[in-house]
């Protein structure tokens, strides 16, 4: 054996069958390391995140983790050589028929001890935030929103968590479908239970028309909704400050109250994620989505094209067969968006990703569906749709959107994500309307960027899965009770609209 002998904690293997361990620090060419007990020589160096060969691996086979294939072989691998993009390539290709099984999954709800001080809404939903969201139905009053919210903000209205606006460039030369799901998104962000005053800005003369847009609001809805036509008022500005008024004194008698998890709606997403990301951040979230679900509160996960690969753990878990067809249609559909327009359907990992030690797009999604954790998928819904307009919340819905980070936490918040966990293993400063909370998935960007991180995922490693489970979820209990996530705390706060259609 060489001298030279890794550190006895280096590398993760995830299940026993899998033809690849990960390294969890840098190592050295000729060092040896220990994988379920036997003693492996690497002959190369291996960045930390990245992988090498526990097994050889003959050139075309299949290539495992997770349990799961994550490409085939360029070439023959031995054991001890790093396992990345020079040798392994995608299996992906285009459209698949998958078959209901008719044997969907049985959780029964559990009842949680576990509270936080949110704002109940008139319709039973409860708010993370009592906040004025100034939303414009068209980016050419999208400036306007911005100052009428640095205005209000400089008066710190009592009872009122901030009042922000949300500018976009949409809503003006866009036709059908396209238009279709500007004007979804933005009325269902009105109806997040975190507005407790909506400002919806219209201009007067562009597609994304307020007297359509209104239609999608239900009446009882639209005593904490003004609207302002900026063409029909003298002084626009003065206007919307009137409005802005009316609403903040409506919103300073609501107050906190102590609520059960199963008031909780929480998106869960990713982004900059890095080979570590499926090994503690995104099962991390995958146990809060199941802690949540299982106290009868709902959890909702997206980012289609990044579950290309992956579908399968999603499909088994369809509690119909009208869920099950609704989510294989889904991604087939995305399917066919990227093949109609000329791009590979694995067209993924980013730069970043693969620089973190992620090889392919299949791997990417088998670690990134860990965030939907075991929960049963209870619904499919579409792009600017609501969680609660098929059923009650509960259970793990789909949402369709992108992968896009910007555009995703807006499909989320629209859905009625309360509070969206958002894992990263490099590291964003992005935020949505509602607490975005970032999960790190490695002790480095959790201390390089603490200015972004709420939370450092990498305590798996030292407290176990359980223990940095038990300490997340009092962490985003303490967010949603009023704490300020680090996107908050930093005014990062943005929506991005999908943009799918021709532009006038």
């Known amino acids: 054996m060489a001298d030279t002998l ?3 904690v280096s590398v993760m293997k995830i299940g026993a069958e899998d033809d690849v361990a990960v390294a969890l620090q840098p190592l ?6 220990k994988v379920d007990g036997e003693a492996i020589r690497l002959r190369e160096a291996i960045p930390a995140g990245h992988k090498f060969a526990v097994a050889p691996i003959a050139a075309g086979a299949p290539v495992r ?3 799961a294939p994550i490409g085939l072989a360029r070439c023959d691998i031995a054991v001890g050589e790093h396992v990345h993009t020079h040798n392994v390539r995608t299996a992906l290709s285009g459209e698949q028929a998958y078959a209901f099984t008719g044997s969907p999954p049985r959780v029964e709800a559990t009842a949680s001890s576990r509270t936080f001080r949110g704002y109940i809404r008139a319709d039973g939903s409860v708010g993370t935030r009592n906040e004025l969201w100034i939303l414009p139905t068209v980016g050419c009053v999208g400036r306007l929103g911005e100052r009428l919210a640095a205005r209000a903000n400089l008066k710190q209205a009592p009872g ?4 922000h606006a949300f500018n976009h460039p949409f ?6 479908a396209d238009l279709e799901g500007t004007a979804a998104v933005i009325a269902s962000l009105a109806l997040n239970p975190n507005a407790g005053g909506v400002l919806l800005l219209g201009l007067g003369c562009r597609s994304n028309q307020l007297e359509q847009l209104l239609q999608r609001i239900p009446e009882d809805r639209r005593e904490r909704l003004r609207v302002l036509r900026a063409q029909s008022a003298g002084d626009e500005f003065a206007a919307g400050e009137a409005l802005v008024e009316e609403l ?9 109250t102590e609520v059960p998890l199963s008031k909780l709606r929480l998106g869960v997403k990713c982004g900059g994620s890095d080979a570590m990301s499926g090994l503690t951040a995104n099962p991390l979230i995958g146990l809060m989505a199941d802690a949540v679900t299982q106290a009868g509160g709902a959890a909702i996960l997206t980012e289609i094209p990044e579950i290309f690969g992956a579908e399968n753990l999603l499909l088994e878990r369809a509690t119909s067969e009208t869920v099950f067809e609704r989510l294989s249609e889904l991604v087939n559909g995305f399917k066919r968006y990227f093949i109609e327009h000329g791009e590979p359907v694995s067209e993924n990992p980013s730069p970043g990703n693969i620089a973190g030690g992620i090889t392919t797009l299949e791997e990417k999604s088998l670690g990134a569906v860990q965030k939907g954790g075991l929960a049963p998928v209870q619904d499919v819904i579409a792009y600017g ?9 509960g259970g793990l819905t789909v949402l369709e959107a992108p992968g896009n980070d910007a555009v995703s936490t807006t499909a989320l918040a629209a859905a009625g994500a309360t509070i969206t966990l958002f894992s990263t293993g490099r590291g964003t400063p992005l935020g949505s309307p509602v607490p ?3 999960i790190a998935s490695n002790h480095a960007v959790a201390e390089r960027k603490a200015g972004w991180i709420d939370f450092d995922g990498g305590q798996v490693l030292e407290l176990g899965m359980a223990g940095a489970a038990e300490a997340l979820l009092t962490r985003i209990l303490a967010i949603a009770s009023g704490e300020p996530a680090r996107n908050e705390s930093n005014d990062e706060r943005a929506i991005g609209i999908w943009k799918r259609g021709v532009t006038l």
């Open 385 to 393: 749709e609501r969680i609660c307009a098929r059923r009650a919340p």
């Open 171 to 176: 809503g003006c030369s866009q036709l059908g």
């Open 248 to 256: 903040i004194g409506l919103m300073a008698a609501d107050k906190r």
């Open 160 to 163: 009122v968590d901030g009042v």
């Open 28 to 33: 050295e060419a000729g060092v040896d390391v």
């Open 6 to 8: 890794a550190p006895p």
């Open 436 to 438: 975005t909370v970032k």
């Open 65 to 67: 983790r997770y349990r």
